[in-house]
């Protein structure tokens, strides 16, 4: 493998890492550590090692976080359709580590396609506070919305917005913003060798600027006294502890905190002596560099880097609250359609938005003009004389919450069956069920005369080989 890196990338790594260079080569020598993070928006951690059947061992990244042992096709796996889990590298979970949303926050990803960070985030927010993960690749959001109504999240707002756009709509919205910036993925090479073939010393500057951009836009979107986390999976001090300082230099209103005094993975970023010889400024910054964390493979993931930052001052700002239409004609129908499937008043503020009744989130501020491609979870589809409930409610829904479910063991064949939307025999049921993995709701149907007529998304479909 070390024969395929450039010969660039592999002189700049010397040049950074001295003595550690021979261990950091030797790593490419064993296969790229996979990982997956239980979704515990949708199941406890005991319950699913209790049942998910391939070996597990704990990640230092976070404590939902494992390393996966064994292959694994998580497209044809009933666990992974219901949401239970999220296929993600272990280092790559330390970020959200480090931001450390609270349940209530108004938490900004600003560069969250396919959303392993933003989903993530959502359970930590418990469902209260808003995630608002943007993407400003139109077909990755597209994915970034499936991966969001698949863990089930109920207060997310999903745009593909350009950075700058949002800065200037919500300024000084979020208590939290995480920036995973594009980067040159030096960490990847062993997962996309198209991060190898795209590596030049001419990239690592574009990306650079690119980031400096997007985070300057972030900078704006953020409460005073809230944190910004920068993070990215390359291991160019340009990119990292150097874009850092430049950052600082920008915007005199922040601060850089000692990730050292919140975490103990990985270790200390590299200080202005270590990286100085990779930059064009000869002053060193007023911070500590170090402050921010590296995790290279010998600490146990592929690599990352983070930096948590504070806005300490900001302008005082006003954002408006979005205009719910209380004249909604579907909010009446929808909420009978509610009552006849859980047990409990509709989660969100119901509202219709195009032709389906979406439960938003409180506190959204005005979405036009955003390019929001998804808010909080869609409920119901308008048809012509009646509304039909979505997927996505049933994914955004506990078990304990429905009024009716067909609860299948994870051996069960009507569990693929129902994965590859035929019909399944659901035995004294009638009306909307959720149907659930082991206690995981994964969908649902409408049941008669004792058979589940599938209401399984077309697109989500397991395909029979
Ligand atoms: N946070 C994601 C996750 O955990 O799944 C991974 C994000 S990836 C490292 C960076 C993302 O930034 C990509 O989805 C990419 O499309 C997006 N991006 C590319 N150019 C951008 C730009 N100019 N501004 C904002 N985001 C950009």
């Known amino acids: 493998m070390v024969k395929l890196l450039p010969d660039g990338f592999l002189k700049r790594m010397e ?70 889990y999220y296929m993600q590298e272990p280092s790559a979970m330390s970020a959200v580590s480090v931001l450390d949303p609270q349940p209530g926050e108004m938490v900004l990803d600003l560069c969250a396609a396919p959303g392993g960070k933003s989903t993530q985030i959502a359970a930590a927010l418990k469902g209260r506070g808003l995630l608002w ?64 073939a795209q ?67 990985g270790r200390p970023g590299f200080s202005w002596d270590e990286v100085k010889g990779f930059s064009n400024d000869s002053e060193p910054p007023a911070f500590h560099l170090e402050y921010t964390r590296r995790v290279f493979p010998m600490d146990g993931g592929e690599g990352h880097f983070i930096a948590l930052m504070r806005r300490v001052s900001a302008p005082e700002n ?31 503020i119901a509202q219709t938005i195009g032709n389906t009744v979406r439960l938003l989130p409180e506190n959204l501020p ?6 929001v491609i998804s808010a909080g979870v869609a409920g119901a589809e308008v048809l012509k004389n009646r509304l039909e409930p979505c997927h996505a409610l049933f994914m955004a829904s506990e078990y304990g919450e429905c009024k009716s479910v067909l609860n299948l063991e994870y051996g069960d064949s009507r569990v693929l069956s129902f994965l590859k939307g035929e019909q399944i025999e659901a035995p ?21 005369n004792g058979v589940l007529k599938n209401k399984y998304p077309k697109g989500l479909r397991i395909v029979a080989e």
């Open 428 to 448: 004294g049921c009638t009306g909307w069920i959720a149907v659930a993995v082991e206690g995981v709701i994964a969908g649902f149907g409408k049941a008669s």
């Open 133 to 196: 993960a943007n993407e400003v690749v139109r077909q990755r959001a597209g994915i970034l919305a499936q991966n969001i109504e698949r863990c089930g999240i109920r207060n997310a707002v999903v745009s593909c917005a350009k950075p700058s756009d949002l800065a200037n709509a919500l300024s000084c919205f979020f208590d939290a913003v995480l920036v995973d910036a594009p980067c040159t993925g030096e960490g990847m090479f062993k997962k996309e060798p198209e991060a190898i």
């Open 318 to 348: 006003f954002i408006g609250g979005y205009n719910y239409n209380l004249k909604d004609q579907n909010i009446v129908p929808f909420n009978k359609l509610y009552g006849e499937v859980f047990k409990a008043q509709p989660f969100g």
């Open 15 to 84: 040049k950074l890492l001295k003595s550690e260079y021979k261990l950091f080569l030797e790593t490419y020598n064993i296969p790229a550590k996979r990982g997956l993070r239980v979704n515990t928006l949708k199941c406890g951690i005991g319950d699913f090692l209790k049942v998910f059947p391939y070996t597990l061992s704990q990640s230092p990244f976070c404590k939902e976080g494992f390393y996966l042992d064994s292959e694994l096709r998580a497209g044809a796996e009933p666990l992974h359709h219901a949401g239970a």
């Open 366 to 371: 005005e979405l036009k003009g955003l390019g």
């Open 199 to 265: 590596w030049s010393e001419d990239n690592i500057r574009f990306c650079a600027s690119r980031q400096t951009e997007i985070l300057l836009s972030a900078a704006e979107t953020l409460k005073p006294g809230g944190r910004l986390v920068y993070s990215t999976c390359t291991f160019a001090p340009e990119e990292n502890e150097l874009q850092i300082a430049r950052f600082l230099s920008l915007r005199p209103d922040f601060e850089l905190v000692d990730i050292g005094d919140i975490i103990s993975f």
